[in-house]
């Protein structure tokens, strides 16, 4: 079982783009995943609260002032970056309300995962996650509504209710069964890694499905969408991090804290709340920011000691 797991985990992004073409090439092996979107995000925050406990959100109020600088542009730069690209490429109504919900959506494990291979600030990155997801459900549907009602219709409180019970609840309840069974959880925690890929995997399979035809259509412009804002994510999210004098670890945790959003939480808002062409951009970029933010991770640790 450790082998599988080292292997699904090194090889995650070449996992992810190898079930975006099946799922493009043959619809039907993925079509039945997507009722089930909800669920496995579920299944992924679940996982996510197990690994928690009560006393790491103390890291949160240790330093207030760096969790809330990087705060602060994640909830800043990314919707921006996204209603600026959605105005600039003219982007569909469904397609424009998609790309700036990732944008609006708080981070995700993954962006720790990357910090930690790029040996920067792990424990700021971790506060970063916790902190923009327990803001999600109020934060989330403000900007969304605030920046994509120009496109689409947004219903802030079912919004909301989506994300504490997809999200806020499954966390809350991984924390609680960590608490009261810790001796369980640390026999089974090396194998929560990949469960959760594994539904990342599928929520990506099953998106791509029942968008293949659009996504063939679209699906140069949707990318190019997709990567600049990651990439100028990474980049803006850098140079906030020097503005505010931050040492080269926490600037490496914030930079891909802020390019690296819970896209499976977006995929999930969009399928519930817009429509299946609104998960697009998510799906893309969720394919997309695991294979980028390997590459800035390799290239971080790699020029740590030149940066330092």
């Given at each position: 079982m450790k082998k599988v797991s080292s292997f699904v985990t090194k090889n995650m992004a070449l996992l992810v783009v190898a079930v975006a073409i099946i799922a493009l090439v043959i619809p039907s092996a993925f079509k039945w995943v997507t009722p089930q979107i909800p669920m496995l995000l579920g299944v992924i925050m679940f996982g996510m609260g197990m690994t928690l406990?009560?006393?790491?959100?103390?890291?949160?109020?240790?330093?207030?002032?760096?969790?809330?600088?990087?705060?602060?542009?994640?909830?800043?730069?990314?919707?921006?970056?996204?209603?600026?690209?959605?105005?600039?490429?003219?982007?569909?109504?469904?397609?424009?309300?998609?790309?700036?919900?990732?944008?609006?959506?708080?981070?995700?494990?993954?962006?720790?995962?990357?910090?930690?291979?790029?040996?920067?600030?792990?424990?700021?990155?971790?506060?970063?996650?916790?902190?923009?997801?327990?803001?999600?459900?109020?934060?989330?549907?403000?900007?969304?509504?605030?920046?994509?009602?120009?496109w689409?219709?947004?219903?802030?409180?079912?919004?909301?209710?989506?994300?504490?019970?997809?999200?806020?609840?499954?966390?809350?309840?991984?924390?609680?069964?960590?608490h009261l069974f810790a001796d369980f959880v640390k026999r089974v925690v090396k194998i929560l890694p990949t469960i959760s890929i594994v539904a990342i995997l599928l929520i990506a399979g099953g998106v791509v499905s029942v968008n293949a035809d659009k996504i063939?259509?679209?699906?140069?412009?949707?990318?190019?969408?997709?990567?600049?804002?990651?990439?100028?994510?990474?980049?803006?999210?850098?140079?906030?991090?020097?503005?505010?004098?931050?040492?080269?670890?926490?600037?490496?945790?914030?930079?891909?804290?802020?390019?690296?959003?819970?896209?499976?939480?977006?995929?999930?808002l969009a399928i519930t709340h817009f429509s299946a062409a609104a998960a697009i951009p998510s799906a893309l970029f969720s394919v997309w920011h695991n294979i980028s933010g390997s590459i800035a991770a390799n290239y971080l640790a790699h020029k740590s000691n030149k940066l330092s």
């Open positions: 406990r009560l006393e790491d959100f103390k890291e949160i109020f240790r330093r207030p002032r760096d969790v809330l600088i990087g705060l602060l542009a994640q909830f800043t730069i990314m919707p921006l970056l996204a209603y600026g690209l959605a105005i600039i490429f003219q982007l569909p109504a469904e397609l424009a309300a998609g790309v700036i919900l990732v944008g609006t959506c708080p981070g995700g494990t993954a962006s720790n995962v990357m910090t930690y291979l790029a040996k920067g600030d792990l424990a700021l990155s971790v506060s970063m996650t916790m902190a923009s997801t327990i803001l999600a459900p109020i934060v989330t549907p403000l900007l969304t509504w605030l920046l994509a009602g120009t689409i219709n947004v219903s802030f409180v079912a919004m909301m209710l989506s994300i504490i019970q997809v999200v806020i609840a499954p966390i809350l309840l991984g924390i609680i069964i960590n063939l259509a679209t699906g140069l412009l949707i990318m190019l969408v997709v990567v600049l804002h990651n990439l100028c994510g990474y980049g803006l999210g850098y140079c906030a991090a020097k503005i505010f004098k931050m040492d080269v670890a926490k600037t490496k945790a914030i930079s891909i804290e802020v390019g690296m959003q819970n896209s499976g939480l977006a995929v999930s």
